[in-house]
T-cell receptor, first 114, second 116 residues
Framework: EPEVTQTPSHQVTQMGQEVILRCVPI?????FYWYRQILGQKVEFLVS????????KSEIFDDQFSVERPDGSNFTLKIRSTKLEDSAMYFC????????????FGPGTRLLVL | AQKITQTQPGMFVQEKEAVTLDCTYD???????LFWYKQPSSGEMIFLIY??????QNATEGRYSLNFQKARKSANLVISASQLGDSAMYFC?????????????FGQGTILTVHP
């Protein structure tokens, strides 16, 4: 069964450093998303992406964040200058066109900012 | 106001028994979707079941069913014949707005523990 994959599974970085989180969505999916989950809290929407542009973004998704689909398979989230509060699990999700409208999540990247 | 409310921080159930996890939602949209995801201790988010606001029948997927009561704005997850592997965090989520590819808004989650 096709699945969303994410790399790395864990990343530790120093405050102020740039990180790039990578995702490979399900191959025929057209809509892509990033969510994050701070430890012990609920999952929060960051950004959605369709047709090579951002469809919607949350207040969390400020100028420090950017997304890109550099080729036909990868979907990346970049955090330019990480802060301690960026420590969280970051999930990539994708969905196909039409029904079902289910968003399928990847296994997540656990980011720790020191 | 919370869009998705899960009032049960934790639930316990005996193996092979059924359990209901509560979810209420708040939206003024006519078209929306409701989802349940399972998050085991390993951290991944596993899709369980989906209910569209215009679907007349309650959704079912194997041992999972969604008790959709539109007038009460509730979308409770029923797990029948609980198994030890069902022990996990369960999140209710809603997609609202006119487009079916909109963001999901999640509730706080319910931790389910299945006892042998």
């Amino acid at each position: 069964e096709p699945e969303v994959t994410q790399t790395p599974s864990h990343q530790v970085t120093q405050m102020g450093q740039e990180v790039i989180l990578r995702c490979v969505p399900i191959s025929n999916h057209l809509y892509f998303y990033w969510y994050r989950q701070i430890l012990g809290q609920k999952v929060e929407f960051l950004v959605s992406f369709y047709n090579n542009e951002i469809s919607e973004k949350s207040e969390i998704f400020d100028d420090q964040f950017s997304v890109e689909r550099p080729d036909g398979s990868n979907f990346t989230l970049k955090i330019r200058s990480t802060k301690l509060e960026d420590s969280a699990m970051y999930f990539c999700a994708s969905r196909g066109q039409g029904r079902p409208e289910t968003q399928y999540f990847g296994p997540g990247t656990r980011l720790l900012v020191l | 106001a919370q869009k998705i409310t899960q009032t049960q921080p934790g639930m316990f159930v005996q193996e092979k028994e059924a359990v209901t996890l509560d979810c209420t939602y708040d939206t003024s949209d006519q078209s929306y979707g409701l989802f349940w995801y399972k998050q085991p201790s390993s951290g991944e988010m596993i899709f369980l079941i989906y209910q569209g606001s215009y679907d007349e029948q309650n959704a079912t997927e194997g041992r999972y069913s969604l008790n959709f009561q539109k007038a009460r704005k509730s979308a409770n997850l029923v797990i029948s014949a609980s198994q030890l592997g069902d022990s996990a965090m369960y999140f209710c989520a809603m997609r609202e707005g006119g487009t079916s590819y909109g963001k999901l808004t999640f509730g706080q989650g319910t931790i389910l523990t299945v006892h042998p």
